[in-house]
T-cell receptor, first 108, second 113 residues
């Protein structure tokens, strides 16, 4: 069946550091891929998505590219801010499958 | 404003009592979902519904029940059969179909004493 694997957290970075959060998936066909973000005590919000191979989703300085050959959808940001501290979830298809989440803490 | 609401934000119940969590959306979405979130476990799907009067079990449906009598509403009942009900519960809705994202409510934190 479908599944998503995310890198374990927590990830701690200094402000302005480069961020990568790895996400790989197992699925048949060409599923849509999503990144969601959850701030403390809140629900999830869509951060970005990609619906076909080689698509790049981007939003608020975050990017992720749909790599069919490596079944990956890694999240990246060139310069993180304290306000990016949150939990990030990778999701597959119509989001019936979520990764376990990666907690990010950005320190000043 | 369109959105998805959950109430209450915090809920306390005694062990052995059933409790119903509310979820309402005015986004005209066909699909609605319930997830449970525990520390270190990510999101686990409890039930989902793709159309009114129809719903399917997710990965952890035991001890829970739902109804979908109206498009806008998808209440979740946590029954006394649920062994460990204390958790953060998230409701979501979406248009369904390929590439469609979900919209999440703010969540309800249930504590069973």
């Amino acid at each position: 069946g479908d599944s998503v694997t995310q890198m374990e957290g927590p990830v701690t970075l200094s402000e302005e550091a480069f961020l990568t959060i790895n996400c790989t998936y197992t699925a048949t066909g060409y599923p849509s891929l999503f990144w969601y973000v959850q701030y403390p005590g809140e629900g999830l919000q869509l951060l970005l998505k990609a619906t076909k191979a080689d698509d790049k989703g981007s939003n608020k300085g975050f990017e992720a590219t749909y790599r069919k050959e490596t079944t990956s959808f890694h999240l990246e940001k060139g310069s993180v801010q304290v306000s990016d501290s949150a939990v990030y979830f990778c999701a597959l298809r119509d989001a019936l499958n979520f990764g376990k989440g990666t907690s990010l803490l950005v320190t000043p | 404003d369109g959105g998805i609401t959950q109430s209450p934000k915090y809920l306390f119940r005694k062990e052995g009592q059933n409790v119903t969590l509310s979820c309402e959306q005015n986004l005209n979405h066909d699909a609605m979902y319930w997830y449970r979130q525990d520390p270190g476990q990510g999101l686990r799907l409890i039930y989902y519904s793709q159309i009114v009067n129809d719903f399917q079990k997710g990965d952890i449906a035991e001890g829970y029940s739902v109804s979908r009598e109206k498009k806008e509403s998808f209440p979740l009942t946590v029954t006394s059969a649920q062994k460990n009900p204390t958790a953060f519960y998230l409701c979501a809705s979406g248009k369904g179909g390929r590439g469609m994202e979900q919209f999440f409510g703010p969540g309800t934190r249930l504590t069973v004493l």
